[in-house]
Each structure stands twice: as structure tokens, then as C-alpha cells.
């Protein structure tokens, strides 16, 4: 009840928040738009075991207030970039994590996201790197209220013509022109002093060099952030895999996977598999063999939901497999044949079909990216033979 009672007195007031064990290692590192509501989530009945685990080996929590969500987002970036706790790390590394770069050595730097897998592209002392960041989602909405206070380039350096952005007060005038390199890194070493948490410091300079800027820091909008807490039944859905099966007239069947992680396509993670003769023109059976080979792969992210172009028939039949093999991951059907209605597994838990519900115009896109795909690479693996 220690820990509970910690929960109840935090102060409903956005910050970051650490679990810790009986020998004050770090096991978790969160953020919250109010510390006393996403504590108190923690001691539900029904969580996800891996939050179950986690509290079960905590013995206590301390919390950090930060002024606003967004300094919540960025402190909650560099405390597990330096502690790296066991409990935010779902898969064997950080390729799964978005991260921030501002990239120095050029004229008009900008902030670009990265996936961790990228960033060994851009080691170099003079490119600065922010994260890990846990939801790309937030990161993007964090972005845009930076930019407000602090605008920065994302157009054609001295292009004569000046761009959107420019014209609604986003882009300080690189387009044309109108601000040197020299003043334009000004402004973004004032975004790498916010992103590294240094408030003080920055405070401190504005007052100096645009008192303005202090103001509109202070009063920075974040409508965009404060998101309702995510109830911690509900897996984090950073990543979903759609399925589908394409053959030739029972012929070279070809299986696809393609991925949606972070709120958006990535195709660098879409694979084919080539399916084995004796299951060729067995629907359900080459289906099995996709999804059983691909969960083999250790070394790729897991995935937060597995979609498969189809209904009923075959999410009973791969249920079993999952039954038999202890597969916790949601795994739900869609078919078009089907008028399009969500076919879940058997046990899934309530919270994770209506968020599953919410994402289905995005599932049905991923469908159809699926099938398109399959369809496009069986093709050209047929025609090279």
C-alpha cells in the first residue's frame, strides 16, 4: 500500500515520475499530463503484466513537477537516455524508439525525426541528438509548439520565393533570404537548450536577446498534448503488421507483411515470404506458415497487433497456433468479403477492442497496403523467373 499511498498525495500537475526497487535501480521512467491520475492507474485491477511485474518488483516512486507537459515530454526523453531502465525498453535494442536530430554542420539546420535503427548515420560531434522518444505521435505535436516560439526552416534556402510557412510565421525567411546563417543557428541552439532541459539557462538568454520569446515560452499552448491518459490495460500500439496471401492459380503462393509503426507506413520493415509448395492454395494454412516463420524473428520488433485480411474462419484457425505457443498479441481479421467487420480472438480484452475500433478506417488502409503490396512483389518475383 506504500506505494499507492505515494500515488494518492502526487499533485495533479504534469511530470515525470520514476519506479524503483528495493536497491534504487530505476525499473520505469513515465510522463503524465497530471502525476496523481496516471499514478493511481498503476494499482488497477486489471493491468498488462508487464506493468503488473514492474510494480510487484517496485518498492518506491519518485516524481519530478516539470512547469508544463511538453518540459514533461523532453525530461522524460533524457532520463532514459541515461538510465535506460529495463522496463521501457520492450525489444532487444532502440530501433523501435524515435529520436531527434539537429544536424550543426549545416548553413540552416533543422530538427528531423529518426527511427534508432537511423542513427548511426548520423554520428558526428556536431550533430546534436535528443531522445529516445516513446511516441513519435507526441513528438510531432512537441515540434509544432516549439516552432512556435522558436521558428525554423524546413524550405529551399534563398529560393527568392517565399514559402507557406513563412507567410503564417514559422519559417524566419531562409526562402528569401532574410536572415543570415549566423542569426538563423541562434534560434535553433535556443531549441537544442530547450530539448536538452536547460530552462534556466534559456529563460536567462531570452531576457537578454528577445524578452518577447520569455513570454510567448511561458504562455506556450499545449491543447495538443494534453491527451487523456492511456489506460494502462491498453497495450501501447506502436507497431501493427497486416498480412495477406496472393497465389497463381494455386501456384507460387506469396505471403506479405507490412508494417505501420509509430503512426505511420514504414516500408523499410515490409518483408515477402515465399510459401512452401504443400501449402500453396491453402489459404489458412500458407497464412500459418507466414505468420510462424515471421514470429520466429527475435531480433524484429514485436508487434503491438497483428491484422490479417480475413474473417472468422481464419482467426479461429491461427487462434489455435497462438493458444498453443502462448502468443499474447492481439490478433484481429478484417475482410472486405466480410462487410468489413472486425473479427477479434477469442479473450481479447475488452479496453483493446474499442481502441482497435477507434483504429479502424487506419487498419483498413493497412489492409489494402498489404494486399497491394503482396500482389506487386509476387508479380515481379514471378516475372524475374
Given at each position: 500500500m ?11 500537475k ?5 519506479y ?6 530505476i525499473?520505469y521512467i513515465?510522463?503524465?499530463t497530471?502525476?496523481r ?15 503488473k511485474e ?8 519518485e ?5 508544463s ?6 525530461l522524460?526523453?533524457?532520463l ?8 521501457n525498453?520492450?525489444d532487444k ?14 548553413d540552416?539546420?533543422?530538427?528531423v ?8 548515420k548520423?554520428i ?6 535528443f531522445?529516445?522518444?516513446q511516441?513519435?505521435?507526441l513528438?510531432?505535436r512537441?515540434l509544432?509548439?516549439i516552432r ?11 529560393s527568392?520565393r517565399?514559402?507557406?510557412d513563412?507567410q503564417?510565421?514559422?519559417?524566419p525567411?531562409?526562402?528569401?533570404s532574410?536572415?543570415s546563417?549566423k ?5 535553433i541552439?535556443k531549441?537544442?537548450?530547450l530539448?536538452k532541459?536547460e ?10 536577446e528577445?524578452p ?6 511561458k504562455?506556450?499552448?499545449?491543447v495538443?498534448l ?7 490495460k ?9 498480412y495477406?496471401?496472393?497465389?497463381l ?6 505471403g506479405s ?6 503512426n ?5 520493415q515490409?518483408?515477402?515470404f515465399?510459401?512452401?509448395e504443400e501449402?500453396?492454395g491453402d489459404d489458412?494454412h500458407?497464412?500459418l506458415?507466414v ?6 524473428h527475435?531480433?524484429?520488433p ?6 490479417l485480411?480475413?474473417g472468422k474462419p ?5 487462434s489455435h497456433y497462438?493458444?498453443e505457443?502462448?502468443i499474447?498479441?492481439p490478433?484481429?481479421?478484417l475482410?472486405k ?5 472486425l ?11 474499442e481502441l ?5 478506417p487506419?487498419?483498413?488502409?493497412l489492409r489494402?497496403?498489404?494486399?497491394r503490396f503482396?500482389?506487386?512483389?509476387s ?7
Amino acid at each position: 500500500m506504500k506505494l499507492l499511498e505515494i500515488a494518492k498525495k502526487a499533485p495533479h500537475k504534469p511530470g515525470v515520475y520514476k519506479y524503483l526497487d528495493k536497491d534504487e535501480n530505476i525499473l520505469y521512467i513515465g510522463r503524465a499530463t497530471s502525476l496523481r491520475s496516471r499514478l493511481k492507474q498503476y494499482f488497477q485491477k486489471q493491468v498488462d503484466d508487464r506493468i503488473k511485474e514492474m510494480v510487484l518488483l517496485a518498492d518506491n516512486i519518485e516524481y519530478i513537477e516539470t512547469a508544463s507537459v511538453l518540459e514533461a515530454i523532453i525530461l522524460e526523453a533524457n532520463l532514459i537516455k541515461k538510465y535506460w531502465p529495463k522496463y521501457n525498453v520492450k525489444d532487444k535494442d532502440d530501433r523501435s524508439f524515435s529520436y531527434l536530430i539537429i544536424d550543426k554542420r549545416q548553413d540552416f539546420p533543422k530538427p528531423v525525426i529518426v527511427r534508432g535503427r537511423e542513427l548511426k548515420k548520423f554520428i558526428s560531434d556536431k550533430v546534436a541528438v535528443f531522445g529516445p522518444y516513446q511516441s513519435q505521435y507526441l513528438l510531432r505535436r512537441a515540434l509544432k509548439l516549439i516552432r512556435q516560439v522558436f521558428p525554423y526552416s524546413t524550405c529551399e534556402p534563398n529560393s527568392a520565393r517565399a514559402c507557406f510557412d513563412y507567410q503564417i510565421g514559422l519559417c524566419p525567411g531562409v526562402c528569401i533570404s532574410e536572415i543570415s546563417s549566423k542569426e538563423y543557428k541562434k534560434n535553433i541552439e535556443k531549441i537544442v537548450m530547450l530539448l536538452k532541459g536547460e530552462r534556466t539557462r534559456l529563460i536567462k538568454t531570452l531576457k537578454k536577446e528577445n524578452p518577447e520569446q520569455v513570454e510567448a515560452l511561458k504562455n506556450l499552448q499545449e491543447v495538443t498534448l494534453l491527451q487523456k491518459e492511456k489506460d494502462l490495460k491498453t497495450p501501447e500500439l506502436s507497431r501493427i503488421e497486416a498480412y495477406d496471401i496472393s497465389h497463381l492459380s494455386a501456384k507460387e503462393a506469396y505471403g506479405s507483411m507490412v508494417v505501420f509503426t509509430n503512426n505511420e507506413i514504414d516500408k523499410s520493415q515490409y518483408r515477402l515470404f515465399k510459401i512452401s509448395e504443400e501449402n500453396s492454395g491453402d489459404d489458412l494454412h500458407s497464412m500459418l506458415e507466414v505468420l510462424s516463420r515471421r514470429l520466429k524473428h527475435l531480433e524484429w520488433p514485436r508487434p503491438d497487433i497483428i491484422l490479417l485480411d480475413g474473417g472468422k474462419p481464419q482467426v479461429d484457425f491461427l487462434s489455435h497456433y497462438f493458444d498453443e505457443n502462448n502468443i499474447t498479441i492481439p490478433l484481429v481479421g478484417l475482410s472486405k468479403y466480410g462487410g468489413d467487420v472486425l473479427v477479434f480472438r477469442k479473450g481479447t480484452n475488452k479496453s483493446v477492442k474499442e481502441l482497435i475500433k477507434l483504429l479502424k478506417p487506419k487498419l483498413q488502409e493497412l489492409r489494402e497496403e498489404a494486399h497491394r503490396f503482396c500482389l506487386q512483389a509476387s508479380k515481379k518475383r514471378r516475372r524475374i523467373k
